[in-house]
């Protein structure tokens, strides 16, 4: 998967104890392991499996985790895909290539909105300066790292504008949502002492330089084409989600959520998205958060995207020096 910014783990209660073995089928190598863990009192299985292609020098590997009474269900389908892969030839050559039109062509005519494709060798700060130089009235510039998912996104609804019935406040969702992720930490007093560690504000007053930039995945780039740069029609920034599919996966909000949590935002902080991957968002911020109030956005941060604290800092403490001096937030959900 993608590199993520200061990702270090999610807390749970781990059991070390598991199963390992490696395989030879024939010219390749096949490794599995197995590992049970415990997550909010929930059992469960972590699979993995790798095969090993030596004349290519290339290998391939899954993953399979889920709680373990499903784990029987899908571990013959998991089975299954690698002795597919096993009996793959390894000498195989990839198809040629068509000289069709690239993924980042695709995907800028699969939304029908105006775009440009920007050469992968853009720095950080051209990408700003040719981000701002894009906005006019009426339509706000958005960066879209191509991916395939778009082809296969339902077509968008209309949705209600603000103060309409079925518009979500964004303040309100987020508090919700903060509530929800406690109630998974009620069930014991271990588990109510590991929330309150998680919310354990930051003291230190310290600054991390390394995240005030954009987060750009160039290989990525580079394998699709180009960044599009999409010239949406819309009259605010939030308005983006109304016309680009995102969201509604695992535990992202949807279009409808990112909308409201993104004009609260604006209106708080001047956030701006400015860059979406296959399953990131990025904010650019017009104006600097006040030292009071970076606690209150990074609970709130951790509720939009728990994978921040949960598969990264481990605490909104932690998250709290990342936000200080920073123009950027990234936010990912695994």
Same mark, same amino acid.
């Given at each position: ?42 059992? +469960? ?13 290339? +290998? $391939? ?11 029987? =269900?899908?571990?013959? $389908? ?26 980042? =062509? ?7 909105? =105006?775009?440009?494709?920007? !050469? ?21 510039? /958005?960066?879209?790292?191509? *991916? ?8 968008? #609804? ?30 014991? #007093?271990? *588990? ?8 354990? #504000? *930051? ?24 960044? /599009? /740069? /999409? ?17 509604? &996966?695992?535990?992202? #909000? *949807? ?5 409201? $949590? ?34 209150? !956005?990074?609970?709130?941060? &951790? ?5 921040? $604290? ?17 123009? &950027? ?6």
């Amino acid at each position: 998967s993608e590199p993520k910014p200061a990702a270090s783990g999610k807390p749970a209660e781990r059991n070390t104890n598991g199963a390992e073995n490696c395989q030879q089928m024939g010219e390749r190598t096949v490794y599995r392991a197995a590992y049970r863990a415990s997550y909010q009192n929930t059992p +469960c299985i972590y699979r993995f499996s790798m095969v090993y292609f030596p004349k290519k020098g290339t +290998c $391939v590997w899954m993953m399979l985790n889920g709680v373990a009474k499903k784990m029987e =269900e899908y571990g013959a $389908v998991f089975d299954q895909l690698i002795q597919d892969l096993v009996c793959l030839d390894p000498d195989l050559e990839p198809e040629e290539e068509t000289g069709g039109p690239s993924l980042a =062509e695709q995907v800028g005519a699969a939304l029908g909105l =105006e775009y440009e494709i920007l !050469l992968p060798q853009t720095s950080d700060k051209e990408l700003l300066r040719i981000w701002n130089m894009a906005a006019r009235p009426g339509v706000q510039p /958005l960066l879209l790292l191509p *991916d395939e998912c778009v082809f296969n996104a339902a077509p968008l #609804p209309e949705y209600p504008q603000p103060g309409e019935a079925g518009r979500p406040d964004g303040a309100e969702f987020l508090q919700k949502r903060l509530e929800e992720l406690k109630e998974g930490f009620a069930h014991s #007093p271990e *588990d109510q002492a590991v929330w309150q560690n998680i919310m354990t #504000p *930051d003291t230190s007053g310290q600054m991390v330089a390394e995240n005030h930039k954009l987060f750009v995945h160039w290989e990525e780039v580079e394998k699709a084409g180009g960044l /599009l /740069l /999409l010239k949406v029609p819309a009259a605010h920034p939030w308005d983006v989600f109304r016309r680009v599919p995102f969201g509604g &996966f695992n535990a992202c #909000p *949807d279009n409808l959520e990112q909308m409201a $949590v993104c004009r609260y935002w604006h209106n708080g902080y001047g956030a701006v998205p400015i860059l979406l991957g296959r399953d990131t968002l990025q904010f650019y911020l017009r104006r600097q958060p006040s030292e009071q109030s970076l606690y209150q !956005l990074a609970c709130e941060m &951790f509720a939009f995207s728990e994978d921040l $604290v949960f598969q990264g800092v481990e605490t909104v403490g932690a998250l709290e020096p990342l936000l200080r001096g920073s123009n &950027f937030w990234f936010f990912w959900w695994d």
